[in-house]
């Protein structure tokens, strides 16, 4: 564990102890009536907390463990034309592919996808996207 965790932990065990003196310390009648303005302020936390979660989260792409025998594109938020055309697939083993980091937002992932060709991910371009095989050195 890392010392941040074990200070939030330590934190919230406090905290919870400190919480549950005060409501033994108050009586039952008053720990009652304290009890219930204290779940209404968590509630309306909770219910803050999860409306910010809910309008923050972007449009997600997940090609998590795919197995391709081709390529694998993913495109998200494209203004424009987009044009693929066929690339040249790999041979031999396919490689193992990382989303790039900082690419994207977080948004697109393709963590232990396996493709016999290109991986591409592209995401918030502004313009239009060409993506052209690769040019072949045999006539």
Partial sequence: MTKRLVFTLVGAVLALGGLAAFLVLQGLDAADKWSSVLSLFFTVAGFALTLVGL????PAQSADHA??????????NVKGDVAITSGGGGTG?????????GQGGGTQS???ARTAGDLHQID?????????PPTSSTP
């Fill in 93 to 101: 083993s396919p490689p193992t592919a990382a989303p790039a980091e």
């Fill in 124 to 132: 918030g371009v502004g313009g239009s996207v060409r993506i052209e």
């Fill in 55 to 58: 309008l923050n989260r972007g």
């Fill in 110 to 112: 393709a963590h232990g």
């Fill in 67 to 76: 197995v391709t025998g081709g390529s694998l594109h993913q495109i998200t």
